[in-house]
């Protein structure tokens, strides 16, 4: 038996790749299709997909302007001519939650981008030098995790001010530590395995084992979290604006817009059913999303 | 020549009563391209001299040498470049994120070394894999096959000792007979100097120049293998390993199993 025999064996075996774009682009052809597989997750992406449309073409769906009031067609019940009714002043609910999904959005990618990278440089930090730098990392993180997290993100409001980014900002505050602990616990998993063992053995520093080898591997599952988060962000956003300390009138946010109709609710329904529809359909997708992302990229499953 | 020299290496864990002393003084001085074995029962400390000198273990108190030069507790680049570990289990020792030409180019880059494609396409080949491997996963592999890359990866810095713990132990027989075949072209091509851990006496007959049978902690006998097969072993232990594994033997296959 020589080294030759492996040699004839290994042609038979898979598909060759050509070079490294096309296998990575075989990887997400594949991926995209196990993903669409689960027809819950499939309705997830595609409400996901429908609300980034709508806020990108929001100008062009919307039927009238979300802002211009209309005192003389106050509270009207859905009709052709307003699709889902008119609030206490007059505007148009459809053109109001259509651009609601703007500012929704932009809540929802604004405290991603600054949560994802926080928790997850925090969590893979503390997890992989472990030590003194565990420890004060993790105690930081415990002592934002243990305020109620719409708590947290009222004081900071109560403290900065209301509108829109300060609801940002606190709600970034307090959504990074359960990253942080999710990225450390898998650090710590990671950094007894042999392939990482190797790449230090290999002579590697500290920083290009955490960001080539550690973060690849936990990014994975902060995706997922963070995916699921989203939903719980739509709901702090909608639960600060309601409390009329997230986005300031007249904008058209749907927390806001529910806390608005509340006094009208009994006698018309359309002006708290829609917002509310909206913010129940957007979180569920964004979990449905969630649960299928996790079972696609959980390495356990592979 | 003596390549490496071990003289008094003491490696405990853990503090007060539940220290654990895992190493016990161990001597052993191996010579340049020999083909050295560690052999004995599970947590007798085989591995763990291996990670002394890898460098992933550093509070270990002593004295190694290794080609003339002492080494320090902290692991450098020239120290990487001299040598290399291959470790027991293929399916756990490549990152399963990265395809096997990064696999492959990390420690090039860690070391800034250029012409990466074609020292990549060089060593694939002297593994035994083609070129068509190069843009693969670990998980399209098998574990022959990724055992192979994981030696490549440790060759690519071009050391010259090799480190190697159990490397056949998670193989398939047919597959352990292909790598120790590999394993030992490599030595007599490259002038590899090889220490490896094993509990299998089949592979210590296919592969080493001399072994030295540990138990707990400490290194009870070194003796050639000629000796071990003439079964001219000094120490009740080794006797006892020898007849496990000559009983075993008598089942049909030529790598046997202490």
């Known amino acids: 038996m020589t080294a030759e025999t492996s040699m004839t064996a290994s042609t038979s075996m898979g598909s060759t790749h050509p070079n490294r774009y096309q296998a990575l682009w075989t990887l997400c052809q594949d991926s995209t299709k196990r993903l669409l597989k689960n027809p819950l997750t499939a309705v997830g992406l595609g409400v996901v997909i429908m609300l980034l449309l709508v806020a990108l073409f929001a100008p062009w769906l919307a039927t009238h302007d979300p802002l211009v009031q209309n005192l003389n067609n106050t509270l009207s019940a859905p009709s052709a001519a307003h699709w889902f009714g008119t609030d206490e002043f007059g505007r148009d609910i459809y053109s109001r939650l259509v651009h609601g999904a703007r500012i929704t959005l932009y809540i929802i990618s604004l405290v991603t981008v600054i949560v994802g990278p926080i928790g997850l440089a925090i969590g893979a930090i503390s997890g992989y030098f472990g030590g003194w730098v565990d420890t004060l990392f993790m105690r930081i993180t415990d002592i934002f995790i243990s305020f109620p997290s719409l708590v947290l993100a009222l004081a900071f409001v109560a403290a900065l001010g209301a509108g829109l980014e300060h609801a940002v900002i606190a709600i970034a505050l307090t959504s990074w530590p359960p990253i942080a602990r999710l990225a450390r616990a898998e650090t710590l998993q990671l950094r007894q395995a042999d392939y990482i063992v190797a790449v230090q053995l290999q002579g590697a520093s500290s920083a290009r084992i955490l960001c080539?080898?550690?973060?690849?591997?936990?990014?994975?599952?902060?995706?997922?979290?963070?995916?699921?988060?989203?939903?719980?962000?739509?709901?702090?956003?909608?639960?600060?604006?309601?409390?009329g300390l997230g986005a300031q009138p007249p904008l058209p946010e749907w927390g806001a817009m529910i806390s608005t109709g509340r006094s009208y609710m009994l006698e018309s329904w359309w002006l708290v059913a829609f917002p509310g529809g909206a913010i129940l359909l957007v979180s569920l997708a964004f979990n449905l999303l969630g649960d299928g992302l996790r079972d696609l990229l959980d390495p356990r499953s592979e | 020549m003596t390549m490496?020299?071990?003289?008094?290496?003491?490696?405990?864990?853990?503090?007060?009563?539940?220290?654990?002393?895992?190493?016990?003084?161990?001597?052993?001085?191996?010579?340049?391209?020999?083909?050295?074995?560690?052999?004995?029962?599970?947590?007798?400390?085989?591995?763990?001299?291996?990670?002394?000198?890898?460098?992933?273990?550093?509070?270990?108190?002593?004295?190694?040498?290794?080609?003339?030069?002492?080494?320090?507790?902290?692991?450098?680049?020239?120290?990487?470049?001299?040598?290399?570990?291959?470790?027991?289990?293929?399916?756990?020792?490549?990152?399963?994120?990265?395809?096997?030409?990064?696999?492959?180019?990390?420690?090039?880059?860690?070391?800034?070394?250029?012409?990466?494609?074609?020292?990549?396409?060089?060593?694939?080949?002297?593994?035994?894999?083609?070129?068509?491997?190069?843009y693969r996963f670990p998980h399209q592999l098998s574990?022959?096959?990724?055992?192979?890359?994981?030696?490549?990866?440790?060759?690519?810095?071009?050391?010259?000792?090799?480190?190697?713990?159990?490397?056949?132990?998670?193989?398939?027989?047919?597959?352990?007979?292909?790598?120790?075949?590999?394993l030992s072209e490599l030595r007599q091509r490259e002038g590899l100097t090889y220490l490896m851990v094993t509990h299998d006496l089949g592979v210590v007959a296919h592969l080493c120049d001399r072994i030295?049978?540990?138990?707990?902690?400490?290194?009870?006998?070194?003796?050639?293998?000629?000796?071990?097969?003439a079964g001219q072993a000094q120490h009740p232990y080794t006797q006892m390993l020898i007849t496990h594994s000559r009983h075993k033997s008598e089942v049909p296959g030529q790598v046997t199993r202490v």
């Open chain 2, 143 to 182: 574990g022959g096959q990724r055992q192979r890359v994981a030696i490549a990866r440790a060759l690519i810095l071009e050391p010259r000792i090799l480190l190697l713990d159990e490397p056949t132990s998670a193989l398939d027989v047919s597959v352990q007979a292909e790598i120790l075949n590999l």
């Open chain 1, 212 to 243: 080539r080898h550690i973060v690849p591997m936990c990014l994975s599952s902060v995706i997922v979290r963070l995916t699921m988060n989203m939903a719980s962000i739509i709901l702090t956003a909608a639960g600060l604006g309601f409390l």
């Open chain 2, 212 to 229: 030295a049978v540990m138990q707990h902690g400490e290194i009870l006998e070194v003796l050639g293998t000629d000796e071990l097969l």
């Open chain 2, 4 to 134: 490496i020299d071990i003289q008094s290496l003491d490696l405990s864990f853990g503090h007060g009563a539940q220290q654990a002393h895992i190493l016990k003084s161990i001597q052993l001085a191996i010579d340049e391209g020999e083909s050295f074995g560690l052999v004995g029962e599970s947590g007798s400390g085989k591995t763990t001299i291996l990670r002394c000198l890898a460098g992933q273990y550093n509070h270990w108190t002593g004295h190694i040498s290794v080609n003339n030069q002492r080494l320090s507790h902290r692991l450098d680049r020239a120290r990487c470049r001299l040598m290399q570990m291959v470790f027991q289990d293929p399916y756990g020792s490549l990152h399963p994120r990265h395809t096997i030409e990064s696999i492959l180019a990390e420690p090039l880059k860690i070391h800034g070394i250029d012409q990466r494609h074609e020292r990549i396409g060089q060593l694939l080949s002297k593994v035994g894999l083609d070129d068509s491997f190069r």
